[in-house]
């Protein structure tokens, strides 16, 4: 009996063994490769980097601020390349993204969800794409609607025509999660959509790859591909779906759908529907009608759209509230400090967390509205309020231009502080606008700045501005920013003559 046991556990070892390697094939490594170079671009590396040189030439790159999704198309590039590429250049092309999520609707093959590729990477003429594999399997692990199925990827080009766009455009190294939507049932998008969204921010790109209007004839087009993009942009999946439906009951002669990428459109839809900080932008419109060979009878329309996220405003950082209570204890500080040489204890409790966050900051004091001092802090390893009690002691102490101020001036000095933004290098003066943005030059060893309302206070104009900076503060001579590195950071200004 002893031996039938341990044969019976052998046997269980064996196939678990056997079961392991089946699954060490399956998980085997295997690139996508290409399909759609040579028939929907050049295959040729060469000619499709000229290809793509000449379609970015010819788009207009306008839109600032965040970017968080585009719609592109994917039809061939002589058709739809400069819509596309229109789409990829509004892109920052120095930004490193953490993933490019690549969403595409199958023109194969029906899927009870989607297939996100997590075996290998993509290939194209313009050598390979690497594909986040791990991120692409716990996504396959955290919704049952998404799997692996490669037969979805290999015919398949709605995916593959984005990637040399972003090949040719993007200088830093980018991982791409390909996805392949094979449903439009709207709970099944709505559940992939709910696993996708905690990716859709500024750390991330998401490329939807669609079409609009598929064989109606040229004006035919464009009315219904006007209206699929209003219903895009409204942010609300059931006006989007009312507006396909609208196309389908005008019954135009050769249309059979307005919109071939409609469910991934509509997966990004139910992601962004409760944002409330972004907006879709439209950005080009052709058809297929439009090249000088296309056939107007029958066209096939393309939209460039971008999912913009507002920029954070400086503003909203601080409530009415807490810019009272930073000044108050600016005052307190530097009364107890002048009398005593102590600096007020602060309970945090009675602290927003505003106040709590790492932040630069400035204090100036102004006596009958000249200057009686100011110093401040760019970078802090500490809570704002105690920069603020720092650099208001420093302001009425340690700023060489004057000297130290007395407890009985206090009664005329007005305070006033500036909390800033984390400094950004810029690689072009026409970056800075005078009254919103400070500037911080630094050249070796040497540096100065000027705050934002300097520029208003004064009138300069940009160069003055600049040239002041350069002379009177970071002392390397009136042109000495022109080969210095610069930097601008907004403040939030206030002061007691305001709260007053």
């Given amino acids: 009996m002893k031996i039938r046991s341990e044969i019976k556990i052998l046997s269980w070892i064996i196939a678990l063994l056997w079961l392991s390697a089946v699954s060490a094939v399956a998980q085997t490594k295997t690139d996508r490769q290409p399909y759609a170079a040579g028939k929907f671009y050049e295959a040729d590396a060469g000619k499709l980097k000229n290809d793509l040189a000449y379609l970015f030439e010819k788009a207009r790159g306008d839109l600032t601020g965040n970017i968080l999704a585009v719609i592109s198309p994917h039809a061939g590039y002589v058709y739809s390349g400069e819509v596309a590429a229109t789409a990829f250049k509004q892109l920052d092309p120095e930004k490193t993204y953490e993933h490019i999520f690549l969403i595409g609707s199958s023109h194969t093959m029906f899927l009870n969800g989607a297939s996100v590729y997590d075996r290998g990477n993509y290939i194209t003429p313009l050598g390979t794409v690497k594909v986040d594999t791990e991120l692409a399997y716990k996504l396959i692990n955290d919704n049952k609607y998404i799997s692996f199925v490669e037969q979805a990827h290999t015919h398949e080009h709605s995916l593959e025509n984005q990637l040399p766009f972003l090949q040719y455009y993007l200088k830093k190294p980018f991982r791409i999660v390909p996805v392949i939507i094979g449903t439009d049932d709207p709970e099944i998008l709505q559940s992939i ?234 690689n072009s003066i026409d970056e800075i606008q005078l009254g919103r943005d400070g500037i911080y030059i630094k050249k070796g060893n040497r540096s100065g700045t000027f705050l934002p309302q300097v520029a208003e206070e004064t009138g300069w104009s940009l160069t003055e501005f600049l040239g002041h900076c350069a002379r009177d503060k970071a002392g390397i001579g009136w042109d000495g920013w022109k080969d210095a590195d610069i930097y601008t950071y907004r403040a939030i200004v206030f002061s007691e003559d305001e709260s007053e």
């Fill in 193 to 426: 959509a709910e696993t996708l969204r905690p990716y859709l921010n500024d750390k991330n790109l998401f490329v939807i790859s669609s079409d609009f209007s598929h064989y109606p004839r040229y004006r035919d087009a464009q009315k219904a591909d006007s209206l699929t993009a209003k219903g895009i942009l409204s942010n609300n999946p059931e006006t989007f779906l009312k507006a396909l439906k609208t196309n389908e009951n005008k019954h135009y002669p050769g249309l059979v759908t307005s919109a071939c990428g409609h469910s991934s459109i509509l997966t990004l839809l139910y992601m962004t529907e409760d944002m409330h900080d972004i907006s879709y932008v439209p950005l080009k419109y052709m058809n297929s009608g439009d090249v000088s060979f296309g056939d107007k009878n029958r066209v096939v329309g393309y939209f460039a759209l971008a999912l913009t996220q507002k920029a954070d405003d400086p503003e909203d950082f601080l409530t009415n509230d807490d810019k009272e209570k930073l000044l108050q204890i600016a005052r307190q500080t530097i009364e107890l400090y002048l009398s005593k040489y102590k600096i007020p204890e602060i309970d945090e409790n009675t602290l927003s967390d505003n106040l709590k966050v790492h932040s630069g900051a400035f204090v100036t004091l102004n006596k009958y509205g000249s200057l009686r001092g100011c110093i401040g802090r760019f970078i802090a390893d500490e809570s704002l309020y105690k920069v603020v009690q720092q650099m208001a002691i420093a302001a009425a102490t340690q700023d060489y231009r004057f000297p130290t101020v007395e407890p009985k001036e206090l009664k005329n000095i007005d305070i006033e502080i500036s909390v800033l933004t984390p400094l950004k290098k810029i």
